[in-house]
């Protein structure tokens, strides 16, 4: 395999070396609701910001001043990331898209995979952001609920424009306005994660299962079905089910999706909740159909045709990995070169070709064609309008209703 290089228009094929599902971004620890959702999770503060669109909101608070920046000076970038969520090249060890980086703009990257919780990693970080300390970290990605945390604490620098230009122009519609950013004006997502219905035709006798309610009620599926111990995606599927928009629900549908769920629950319908570790038992069958995060579709499919998925014709929820800089970073400036560095197309494919999850940059398809066609027209990387259309996000949670809502779906997982 040859490396990429910055003047290529293409870069080769990366299927020898992309990650497995067993492993990777997506594994346990990634997706546990005991850890990443736990007291300490809830215990932080939650605030509102005011909609608006891009160019970024105005805000107060989470800024730096201008000498607090040494990327002028000081030619180089530290970025923590998860494990696995980054092109690789032909040695295993370096990082194609970083070296482009590098030797286009002279700023070198320490890149570093130490998140594999969300609670965990904030733990290691909390204290110095709470002091207005450098965390060592010019630029991290979290998911969705807790960047918002961190962005309604104050806790991350509102991102400069002007050194943004690829990512302002290429973000595409559907992540440009979450409730929680609306206006971007403090992060940019990584990715999309995508949650669908999958199952195993072998398993389901070739039948089709793509909803939510077959999951729940078809006895021919009983004890061969799983859910995941994610609340916002089992809920938020379970909600768009029963006719209820995950933006807007109530406090009753909140609970009457519970209840749908523990039903379930009590009739041994639902096998278990699990984090990543459904994938295994879905290849072999004994998980017949499930709740699944859409990267580990694909990659399972590579490896074993019976695996499909479905969209439900009542929707499917979508979170997002993004990129944020934190308070008394260094290095803001090239940090936020960085974050528009990956919003060029031929980088983003690249990106693309290796995570297998949804890619956050319009333009990409000529050049994900280039390596490898079938992902560019696989709507689980590359959304088409009408599968955008039928993507729903979790809307944000006050600390009221977080605390309320994640205690009843312990309940549920300790049942």
């Known amino acids: 395999m040859q490396e990429y290089e910055p003047g290529r228009r293409t870069a080769p094929r990366p299927a020898a070396v992309r990650r497995g599902p067993a492993g990777g971004r997506g594994a346990l620890t990634r997706r546990s609701l005991l850890r990443a959702s736990g007291a300490g999770a809830l215990a932080l503060g939650l605030g509102a910001l005011s909609a608006c669109g891009i160019p970024p909101a105005k805000r107060d608070g989470g800024g730096a001043a201008a000498s607090d920046d040494h990327s002028g000076r000081e030619k180089r970038v530290t970025f923590s990331n998860w494990t696995e969520y980054m092109d690789i090249g032909e040695d295993g060890r370096r990082h194609p898209t970083l070296d482009a980086f590098t030797e286009r ?109 077959q999951l729940l009620d078809d006895p021919r599926l009983k004890g061969r079905v799983s859910f995941l111990s994610e609340m916002r995606d089992s809920v938020g599927m379970t909600l768009l089910d029963m006719g209820r928009d995950p933006a807007s629900f109530t406090d009753a549908d909140y609970g009457e999706a519970i209840a749908r769920l523990q039903d379930g629950v009590d009739r041994k319908q639902i096998r278990r909740f699990t984090g990543n570790d459904y994938t295994a038992d879905l290849s072999k069958g004994d998980i017949a159909a499930c709740v699944a995060w ?49 919003y060029q197309p031929r980088v983003a494919a690249r990106l693309a070709a290796y995570i297998n999850y949804v890619c956050p940059v319009d333009g990409v398809a000529a050049e994900l064609a280039a390596i490898d066609p079938a992902m560019a027209s696989n709507t689980l990387i590359l959304p088409d309008e009408r599968t955008t259309a039928r993507s729903h996000a979790f809307r944000s949670l006050d600390p009221d209703e977080e605390t309320a809502y994640e205690e009843k779906f312990a309940t549920l997982l300790g049942a």
Not at 106 to 115: L, N, R
Not at 146 to 172: C, E, M, S, V, Y
Not at 189 to 194: D, K, L
Request: proline letters at 6%; aromatic letters at 10%.
């Open 294 to 342: 859409a990267g580990d579709i694909v990659q399972l499919q590579a490896d074993n045709p019976d695996i499909k998925y479905a969209i439900p014709d009542a929707g499917y929820v979508t979170a997002t990995d993004n990129l944020l800089v934190p308070v008394k970073a260094r290095h803001k400036t090239n940090a936020e070169r960085l974050i528009d560095h990956y």
């Open 105 to 213: 703009t002279g700023i070198t990257v320490k890149y570093t995979e130490d998140i594999n919780d969300n609670v965990e990693f904030f733990g290691k970080v909390r204290p110095q952001l709470a002091a207005g300390q450098d965390t060592g970290r010019d630029l991290l990605v979290v998911t969705d609920w807790l960047a918002a945390r961190i962005i309604r604490l104050g806790w991350a620098q509102k991102l400069d424009p002007a050194n943004l230009p690829h990512a302002f122009a290429n973000l595409t519609a559907q992540f440009r306005a979450p409730d929680w950013d609306p206006g971007r004006a403090y992060s940019y997502p990584w990715s999309g994660i995508p949650t669908v219905i999958a199952y195993n035709a072998r398993a389901t006798g070739g039948r089709t299962v793509d909803s939510v309610t």
